[in-house]
T-cell receptor, first 113, second 113 residues
Framework: AQSVSQHNHHVILSEAASLELGCNYSYGGTVNLFWYVQYPGQHLQLLLKYFSGDPLVKGIKGFEAEFIKSKFSFNLRKPSVQWSDTAEYFCAVNSPSSYKLIFGSGTRLLVRP | KAGVTQTPRYLIKTRGQQVTLSCSPISGHRSVSWYQQTPGQGLQFLFEYFSETQRNKGNFPGRFSGRQFSNSRSEMNVSTLELGDSALYLC????????????FGPGTRLTVL
């Protein structure tokens, strides 16, 4: 069965620090990969997605993620975080033949001003 | 374009009761998925409907059911409520192609007493 692991449950950074959130998945076939963000009191929003092609994907608000197939990883990065990036971040995966998203447990990011 | 709307936003029920949650997708979207979000289990897929047919189902007991109407609006029903059903229930819509982005609604917060 597919599963997604996010090893960092809580991350605290100061503004301007660099961010990298880990995401590993288990699935033997082709996958679609996603990062969603949930700001306090707001809906889940898509940050970025990977279906195929260039493994380095750029998303909104300066976020990017790199798909490394050999490591089954899809880590999220941002060179310089802002206080407004405080949120919970979810990695998700589905197979091209499935319509259900499998989510990781989420990482709560707190950015201190 | 209006986003995904869910009603009601908050609900309090007692054990043994049943509840119906409603989701209106983005105009033109024919696929609606439901997810349960809890602190302990995270985001878990319940089911997905496309053109009034259930295409995918998660690992939830039969007390959880859903349906989709011809206008793509969807309802989710939970019968014989248990304390463990307390959760945020999220609805997501997309056009229907698996590569499309899922857009999430604000959720319905269900509390079972």
């Amino acid at each position: 069965a597919q599963s997604v692991s996010q090893h960092n449950h809580h991350v605290i950074l100061s503004e301007a620090a660099s961010l990298e959130l880990g995401c590993n998945y288990s699935y033997g076939g082709t996958v679609n990969l996603f990062w969603y963000v949930q700001y306090p009191g707001q809906h889940l929003q898509l940050l970025l997605k990977y279906f195929s092609g260039d493994p380095l994907v750029k998303g909104i608000k300066g976020f990017e993620a790199e798909f490394i197939k050999s490591k089954f990883s899809f880590n999220l990065r941002k060179p310089s975080v802002q206080w407004s990036d405080t949120a919970e971040y979810f990695c998700a995966v589905n197979s091209p033949s499935s319509y259900k998203l499998i989510f990781g447990s989420g990482t709560r990011l707190l950015v201190r001003p | 374009k209006a986003g995904v709307t869910q009603t009601p936003r908050y609900l309090i029920k007692t054990r043994g009761q049943q509840v119906t949650l409603s989701c209106s997708p983005i105009s033109g979207h024919r696929s609606v998925s439901w997810y349960q979000q809890t602190p302990g289990q995270g985001l878990q897929f319940l089911f997905e409907y496309f053109s009034e047919t259930q295409r995918n189902k998660g690992n939830f007991p039969g007390r959880f059911s859903g349906r989709q109407f011809s206008n793509s609006r969807s309802e989710m029903n939970v019968s014989t409520l248990e304390l463990g059903d307390s959760a945020l229930y999220l609805c997501a819509s997309r056009t229907g192609v698996v590569t499309d982005t899922q857009y999430f609604g604000p959720g319905t917060r269900l509390t079972v007493l």
